[in-house]
T-cell receptor, first 114, second 113 residues
Framework: EAGVTQFPSHSVIEKGQTVTLRCDPI?????LYWYRRVMGKEIKFLLHFVKESKQDESGMPNNRFLAERTGGTYSTLKVQPAELEDSGVYFCASSPLRVGGLQQFGPGTRLTVL | AQSVTQLDSQVPVFEEAPVELRCNYS??????LFWYVQYPNQGLQLLLK??????LVESINGFEAEFNKSQTSFHLRKPSVHISDTAEYFCAVSVYNNNDMRFGAGTRLTVKP
């Protein structure tokens, strides 16, 4: 089966611009997660979708970040306007709904804000 | 909430030497434990996991980790490393149904010839 895919792999934007990251989970995985790693620090949880609903968005840093998962398939994470501290690697993961279903990660999107 | 501490940010070793990457966690409930690896220019890959049962878990490429509940540790070991093991390794913990995963800051393993 195809794994979790993320687009783009790299994005370089200027402060104040808008960027949209996309994640395509494994087919049939109802759970979808976004994580972020800023330089040299731990990978931090951002939010969790179950199908199209936000189950937990406690990790979203501020209201410049907007995540959507219309139709319960792919998800987008928009940063508007981007700030320098938003630079990092954004990972997406998905897992099946059953208890003990393991999260599988995508390759990540490296975002650089200049 | 659970948390993870990886005590070493960087571990340089020579090829064929043994290595241990340390991981300690804190949680008030039972946990699942994971090690993920990120090779240069690649995504996160699951290396091994502890869900239940035997406290010693192994990966296909010679790594092993032992769940020690009394010491709240899940250290990763390999008796003889290869150049190809050079990567960043992340310890992670989650509870019950594998949601709300928490990661450590990562340990960069560099294997030198």
């Amino acid at each position: 089966e195809a794994g979790v895919t993320q687009f783009p792999s790299h994005s370089v934007i200027e402060k104040g611009q808008t960027v949209t990251l996309r994640c395509d989970p494994i087919s049939g995985h109802d759970n979808l997660y976004w994580y972020r790693r800023v330089m040299g620090k731990e990978i931090k949880f951002l939010l969790h979708f179950v199908k199209e609903s936000k189950q937990d968005e406690s990790g979203m840093p501020n209201n410049r970040f907007l995540a959507e998962r219309t139709g319960g398939t792919y998800s987008t994470l928009k940063v508007q306007p981007a700030e320098l501290e938003d630079s990092g690697v954004y990972f997406c993961a998905s897992s099946p709904l059953r208890v003990g279903g393991l999260q599988q990660f995508g390759p990540g999107t490296r975002l650089t804000v200049l | 909430a659970q948390s993870v501490t990886q005590l070493d940010s960087q571990v340089p070793v020579f090829e064929e030497a043994p290595v241990e990457l340390r991981c300690n966690y804190s949680s008030s409930v039972s946990v699942y434990l994971f090690w993920y690896v990120q090779y240069p220019n690649q995504g996160l890959q699951l290396l091994l996991k502890y869900l239940s049962g035997s406290t010693l878990v192994e990966s296909i490429n010679g790594f092993e980790a032992e769940f020690n509940k009394s010491q709240t540790s899940f250290h990763l070991r390999k008796p003889s490393v290869h150049i190809s093991d050079t990567a960043e390794y992340f310890c992670a913990v989650s509870v019950y149904n594998n949601n709300d995963m928490r990661f450590g800051a990562g340990t960069r393993l560099t294997v030198k010839p």
